[in-house]
Nanobody
Framework: QVQLVESGGGLVQAGDSLTLSCMVS????????MNWFRQAPGKEREFVAH????????DYADSVKGRFTISRDSAKNTMYLQMNSLKPEDTAVYYC?????????????????WGKGTLVTVSS
């Protein structure tokens, strides 16, 4: 089993920056790709960013490309999402998710483990 715990959410203004963290515990000896997803009120959960287990490849949803950066520190068993130039439409609960390498990695159905989420609210 793998446990994921997100932190770093909060209330910010449009244009501000925020960094989310996802701490991984449990069977961390396995290699897991990691993703961030988000779910806005009344909407489906959507893919935000992806990073491979080695950290050598990343991908982003078009809506956040150029503003968000995903990274991971394997020594700390922690994944990050640096969010810059935040917009009101970025308001959502952000979830980290992990799975062994699967295709497509942007699908919620392919994630084996989920955190409980952290709320990000961006005011205009």
């Amino acid at each position: 089993q793998v446990q994921l715990v997100e932190s770093g959410g909060g209330l910010v203004q449009a244009g501000d920056s925020l960094t989310l963290s996802c701490m991984v515990s449990g069977r961390t000896s396995r290699t897991y790709d990691m993703n961030w997803f988000r779910q806005a009120p009344g909407k489906e959960r959507e893919f935000v960013a992806h990073i491979t287990w080695s950290g050598d490849s990343t991908d982003y949803a078009d809506s956040v490309k150029g503003r968000f950066t995903i990274s991971r520190d394997s020594a700390k068993n922690t994944m990050y999402l640096q969010m810059n130039s935040l917009k009101p439409e970025d308001t959502a609960v952000y979830y980290c998710a992990a799975s062994p390498t699967k295709d497509p990695y942007y699908s919620t159905f392919n994630m084996d483990y989920w955190g409980k989420g952290t709320l990000v609210t961006v005011s205009s």
